[in-house]
């Protein structure tokens, strides 16, 4: 640990945390009297360093007023040379300490994923690339509140690559162990496996019984080797989401922070729960121009960013081409497409001084082909005359309100799902009292395990069994009944669906 700087107005108190570019403090502050938190980096102190640390500040601080940014009061340089942040203090625990020891509920990290989301894609818009999300960076603030930290920071003392990312290799996407990259989807892989941590218990290639060194974990990242996550109350569509977003081609990724929230608010729809509301600041200058979307599920507010020289003069993020509804998540409805590929960069300021960001060039064409963009305009238009008339005065069938989607709430979006491997082949045979459940797969693949799914009156009530065996041999009472469905769970792949259901009756 770096000994804690000098800094007029503040008052060391303890050691918050150490990371492998900052140290992170807490201090009393004498005017006005509050406790804060300050980051204080271990390298960077060469004069171009400290002028981009200056203006990425300048341009977080900005930005830190939204509900799911950690607000930053404060930067500078100490009389050593040390960059530093002042920001407010979260106290602990934060979802770093808590997922190891228990993942945490399924409600709870899809309200932080939408939440989070919000914040990558308000930094997106600013031009600001995060680089390193992971749980670490998620910080909870004295009412509970999830809160991004971390901005930039790692590019800006000039680590980039996996060697500089270190302990962030576990959370990092294919194509930054070994090259720096500036497209949003980068933010979108890590966001999406910082989630599935939280739901896991542990990052989300890492394994119990193999090693798990930065080579290992480097290995299975660019296989696509994701530790299968095995939680019965887990939906598969959250399972589909986060795996889509965790694509080794990136191509198949969400093509922003705000496609990935919207998938996320659709499982949340689907579970039954009120959608957490996309808060996105919109620091692109046509934001100001442009319709913004303030409906339930989203809500974009246009505000006025000045971006430093130094700032502005960085490779921009590259944002592939964006559809309407990503434009304009509010409304599900799809329009005509048109327009031109491009990205949105950063141009050279003017005058030498500040100036604002030029206006983002986004395409409206979607990275989908005619078919696909039939295919899924036929089922939106059939799932929204089914139930178009129950989101607004509920199911005759349903009075209760107690299945479909919420009153006052947009169905889910289709999603295209990745490939799902064909569930198993279910045979039974033996007889009296004496049963055996065979299972075969289409294609089997080393590594391939089961999940077994016991029902009926003849066994006990419990979790599903997972295993490598394709068989079960069960005692059947006389007259009792026991079912077996079978579903396949194939490491970098997709959770098959459940085979069809088995049953005998003891006899004898």
Same mark, same amino acid.
């Given at each position: 640990?770096? !000994?804690?700087?000098?800094?007029? &107005?503040?008052?060391? /108190?303890?050691? /918050?945390?150490?990371?492998?570019?900052?140290?992170?403090?807490?201090?009393?502050?004498?005017?006005?009297?509050?406790? /804060?938190?300050?980051?204080?980096?271990?390298?960077?102190?060469?004069?171009?360093?400290?002028?981009?640390?200056?203006?990425?500040?300048?341009?977080?601080?900005?930005?830190?007023?939204?509900?799911?940014?950690?607000?930053?009061? *404060?930067?500078?340089?100490?009389?050593?040379?040390?960059?530093?942040?002042?920001?407010?203090?979260? @106290?602990?625990?934060?979802?770093?300490?808590?997922?190891?020891?228990? @993942?945490?509920?399924?409600?709870?990290?899809?309200?932080?994923?939408? %939440?989070?989301?919000?914040?990558?894609?308000?930094?997106?818009?600013?031009?600001?690339?995060?680089?390193?999300? %992971?749980?670490?960076?998620?910080?909870?603030?004295?009412?509970?509140?999830?809160?991004?930290?971390?901005?930039?920071?790692?590019?800006?003392?000039?680590?980039?690559?996996?060697?500089?990312?270190?302990?962030?290799?576990?959370?990092?996407?294919?194509?930054?162990?070994?090259?720096?990259?500036?497209?949003?989807?980068?933010?979108?892989?890590?966001?999406?496996?910082?989630?599935?941590?939280?739901?896991?218990?542990?990052?989300?290639?890492?394994?119990?019984?193999? @090693?798990?060194?930065?080579?290992?974990?480097? $290995?299975?990242?660019?296989?696509?080797?994701?530790?299968?996550?095995?939680?019965?109350?887990?939906?598969?569509?959250?399972?589909?989401?986060?795996?889509?977003?965790?694509?080794?081609?990136?191509? #198949?990724?969400?093509?922003?922070?705000?496609?990935?929230?919207?998938?996320? *608010?659709?499982? *949340?729809?689907?579970? +039954?729960?009120?959608?957490? #509301?996309?808060?996105?600041?919109?620091?692109?200058?046509?934001?100001?121009?442009?319709?913004?979307?303030?409906?339930?599920? $989203?809500?974009?507010?246009? /505000?006025?960013?000045?971006?430093?020289?130094?700032?502005?003069? +960085?490779?921009?993020?590259?944002?592939?081409?964006?559809?309407?509804?990503?434009?304009?998540?509010?409304?599900?409805?799809?329009? &005509?497409?048109?327009?031109?590929?491009?990205?949105?960069?950063?141009?050279?300021?003017?005058?030498?001084?500040?100036?604002?960001?030029?206006?983002?060039? #986004?395409?409206?064409?979607?990275?989908?082909?005619?078919?696909?963009?039939?295919?899924?305009?036929?089922?939106?238009?059939?799932?929204?005359?089914?139930?178009?008339?129950?989101?607004?005065?509920?199911?005759?069938?349903?009075?209760?309100?107690?299945?479909?989607?919420?009153? &006052?709430?947009?169905?889910?979006?289709?999603?295209?799902?990745?490939?799902?491997?064909?569930?198993?082949?279910?045979?039974?045979?033996?007889?009296?009292?004496?049963?055996?459940?065979?299972?075969?797969?289409?294609?089997? !693949?080393?590594?391939?395990?089961?999940?077994?799914?016991?029902?009926?009156?003849?066994?006990?009530?419990?979790?599903?069994?997972?295993?490598?065996?394709?068989?079960?041999?069960?005692?059947?009472?006389?007259?009792?009944?026991?079912?077996?469905?079978?579903?396949?769970?194939?490491?970098?792949?997709?959770?098959?669906?459940?085979? !069809?259901? %088995?049953?005998?009756?003891?006899? &004898?």
């Amino acid at each position: 640990m770096q !000994q804690p700087p000098h800094i007029p &107005g503040f008052t060391f /108190v303890d050691l /918050v945390g150490e990371g492998g570019f900052a140290d992170v403090f807490r201090y009393q502050q004498e005017l006005p009297t509050r406790q /804060v938190a300050i980051k204080v980096l271990r390298s960077g102190n060469d004069a171009a360093s400290i002028e981009l640390f200056r203006a990425e500040a300048n341009v977080m601080a900005q930005l830190s007023n939204h509900p799911s940014i950690v607000p930053i009061y *404060q930067a500078g340089v100490s009389s050593d040379g040390r960059a530093f942040l002042v920001m407010e203090y979260c @106290p602990p625990p934060h979802v770093a300490q808590r997922y190891r020891t228990q @993942p945490l509920a399924v409600g709870e990290v899809l309200d932080i994923g939408v %939440k989070i989301a919000s914040a990558v894609e308000t930094a997106h818009r600013a031009g600001i690339l995060h680089r390193d999300i %992971k749980p670490h960076n998620i910080l909870t603030s004295s009412f509970g509140v999830p809160l991004l930290t971390d901005f930039g920071i790692a590019s800006v003392v000039g680590e980039t690559g996996a060697g500089a990312q270190g302990l962030s290799i576990p959370w990092s996407p294919p194509e930054s162990l070994s090259a720096d990259s500036h497209d949003v989807r980068s933010d979108v892989y890590s966001l999406a496996a910082t989630l599935y941590s939280l739901l896991i218990g542990h990052p989300p290639f890492e394994r119990r019984d193999a @090693p798990n060194d930065n080579a290992s974990l480097m $290995t299975r990242i660019e296989r696509g080797q994701l530790t299968p996550l095995r939680r019965p109350d887990v939906p598969a569509s959250l399972v589909d989401v986060l795996r889509r977003a965790m694509s080794v081609d990136i191509a #198949r990724r969400p093509v922003s922070a705000m496609v990935l929230g919207r998938q996320l *608010q659709d499982v *949340q729809i689907e579970l +039954r729960q009120s959608p957490t #509301r996309l808060e996105v600041m919109d620091a692109s200058p046509s934001a100001l121009v442009q319709e913004q979307p303030n409906d339930v599920r $989203t809500l974009v507010r246009p /505000v006025s960013v000045i971006i430093p020289a130094a700032v502005h003069e +960085r490779p921009g993020p590259f944002q592939p081409a964006l559809d309407e509804r990503t434009r304009n998540p509010g409304h599900s409805g799809h329009s &005509g497409h048109s327009g031109h590929s491009g990205h949105s960069g950063r141009r050279g300021a003017t005058g030498g001084g500040s100036a604002e960001r030029p206006a983002p060039e #986004r395409s409206e064409e979607r990275r989908l082909g005619v078919p696909a963009r039939i295919g899924i305009g036929v089922v939106a238009a059939a799932v929204l005359g089914a139930i178009g008339f129950a989101l607004v005065a509920g199911s005759a069938d349903d009075p209760g309100g107690k299945g479909g989607t919420l009153r &006052g709430e947009d169905p889910p979006d289709p999603v295209e799902l990745l490939d799902r491997p064909p569930a198993p082949v279910v045979t039974k045979s033996g007889g009296g009292a004496r049963w055996t459940f065979s299972w075969v797969q289409e294609s089997p !693949q080393p590594g391939d395990m089961f999940k077994v799914l016991l029902s009926g009156d003849g066994v006990q009530p419990g979790p599903p069994e997972y295993v490598e065996s394709t068989r079960k041999t069960l005692t059947v009472a006389r007259g009792a009944t026991v079912c077996v469905e079978v579903a396949l769970l194939r490491d970098g792949g997709e959770t098959s669906a459940l085979s !069809q259901r %088995k049953c005998v009756t003891g006899e &004898g």
